[in-house]
């Protein structure tokens, strides 16, 4: 277990972006310890909160639908995941509701957009999971139908982007080369949670885990292999790019030519959440226990393939 009170000695904090219509909170956090003790960044994109009256006030159905949007309470599992593993930790508290942090500025379906996209995008046509209602302004989910009340101007996409996701980007894309300055190589592990995939029980009990690489192009087949060793020497079940195979994130930071790993994992919601999915469950400590492991087993097999254990020993 780490020192906590070491950790709060030498941890980092830091706040990044703005909420547009809320300048006073920031849209995201960032907390590391100097030096890094392991080359692992967490990023959670989706259990953002922190909900400006004036979006509430454009959706339809803001009580259900924000917390069918969130990665409901991944955030509190990344902290102690982080505080147990030292780890870095990158948390949005821009709701997924106002921005896709997973999403590509271009992935939006544009009949959301009164007038032409902001200065720099283009408007091609959307993509499979902007028609689906889950683009970069997520715009419908299923047996709800429509979650906005009008359509949204141009400049208020804008400054979403520009407060919001460029700099969540920009920050995470730094830590990630800072850990691999420090250490040769390092893994990014973006944090999710979904729905339950199917029942628990019977021949073939859905998964508690998804483990997502972009078919093997976002990080080095053995930290996927070892990911699953560890899942299974824990008695969880966990899948392999079925459904979640990872998206925006993995494509546009991972580069693992360039010593730059990324891992998409989703929770099961049932494996930490109570039985309503909104609050924290007494699964929780022990989902947090399964991921501290998991991130000190991939730290060591990242810094045993980068051939760096010197440097982990110091």
Same mark, same amino acid.
Request: net charge neutral.
């Given at each position: 277990?780490?020192?906590?009170?070491?950790?709060?000695?030498?941890?980092?904090?830091?706040?990044?972006?703005?909420?547009?219509?809320?300048?006073?909170?920031?849209?995201?956090?960032?907390?590391?310890?100097?030096?890094?003790?392991?080359?692992?960044?967490?990023?959670?994109?989706?259990?953002?909160?922190?909900?400006?009256?004036?979006?509430?006030?454009?959706?339809?159905?803001?009580?259900?639908?924000?917390?069918?949007?969130?990665?409901?309470?991944?955030?509190?599992?990344?902290?102690?995941?982080?505080?147990?593993?030292?780890?870095?930790?990158?948390?949005?508290?821009?709701?997924?509701?106002?921005?896709? #942090?997973?999403?590509?500025?271009?992935?939006?379906?544009?009949?959301?957009?009164?007038?032409?996209?902001?200065?720099?995008?283009?408007?091609?046509?959307?993509?499979?999971?902007?028609?689906?209602?889950?683009?970069?302004?997520?715009?419908?989910?299923?047996?709800?139908?429509?979650?906005?009340?009008?359509?949204?101007?141009?400049?208020? #996409?804008?400054?979403? #982007?520009?407060?919001?996701?460029?700099?969540?980007?920009?920050?995470?894309?730094?830590?990630?080369?800072?850990?691999?300055?420090?250490?040769?190589?390092?893994?990014?592990?973006?944090?999710?949670?979904?729905?339950?995939?199917?029942?628990?029980?019977?021949?073939?009990?859905?998964?508690?885990?998804?483990? &997502?690489?972009?078919?093997?192009?976002?990080?080095?087949?053995?930290?996927?292999?070892?990911?699953?060793?560890?899942?299974?020497?824990?008695?969880?079940?966990?899948?392999?790019?079925?459904?979640?195979?990872?998206g925006y994130v993995l494509d546009r930071h991972?580069?693992?030519?360039? &010593?730059?790993?990324?891992?998409?994992?989703?929770?099961?919601?049932?494996?930490?959440?109570?039985?309503?999915?909104?609050?924290?469950?007494?699964?929780?400590?022990?989902?947090?226990?399964? #991921?501290?492991?998991?991130?000190?087993?991939?730290?060591?097999?990242?810094?045993?393939?980068? &051939?760096?254990?010197?440097?982990?020993?110091?």
């Amino acid at each position: 277990m780490v020192d906590e009170a070491a950790q709060a000695r030498d941890s980092g904090g830091s706040h990044g972006g703005h909420l547009p219509g809320d300048e006073g909170k920031p849209a995201f956090e960032m907390l590391a310890r100097r030096p890094s003790p392991i080359p692992v960044l967490i990023a959670v994109p989706h259990a953002g909160r922190t909900y400006p009256e004036a979006l509430l006030a454009r959706m339809r159905f803001p009580d259900d639908a924000c917390v069918r949007l969130e990665d409901r309470l991944a955030d509190l599992v990344a902290r102690d995941v982080a505080r147990e593993t030292g780890a870095a930790l990158l948390v949005a508290h821009a709701p997924r509701a106002m921005i896709d #942090l997973n999403r590509a500025p271009e992935d939006m379906d544009w009949d959301m957009v009164a007038g032409d996209p902001p200065p720099g995008l283009t408007r091609f046509a959307a993509g499979r999971r902007a028609r689906s209602g889950l683009g970069l302004v997520p715009r419908r989910l299923p047996g709800m139908g429509e979650l906005w009340k009008g359509r949204m101007s141009s400049q208020d #996409l804008a400054a979403r #982007l520009d407060l919001v996701h460029r700099p969540y980007h920009s920050t995470l894309a730094h830590m990630l080369e800072s850990l691999r300055d420090r250490w040769g190589s390092a893994l990014l592990i973006d944090l999710h949670s979904m729905p339950p995939l199917g029942p628990k029980s019977g021949q073939d009990p859905s998964p508690d885990f998804v483990i &997502g690489d972009r078919y093997g192009s976002a990080c080095s087949a053995h930290l996927s292999l070892a990911a699953f060793n560890h899942f299974a020497s824990c008695g969880r079940r966990a899948a392999h790019n079925r459904p979640y195979a990872g998206g925006y994130v993995l494509d546009r930071h991972a580069s693992p030519a360039r &010593g730059l790993h990324a891992m998409q994992v989703e929770i099961c919601r049932t494996t930490y959440l109570e039985p309503a999915l909104r609050e924290a469950g007494d699964g929780l400590g022990n989902v947090v226990n399964v #991921l501290s492991g998991l991130v000190r087993r991939l730290a060591e097999d990242l810094l045993a393939g980068s &051939g760096n254990l010197a440097q982990a020993a110091e």
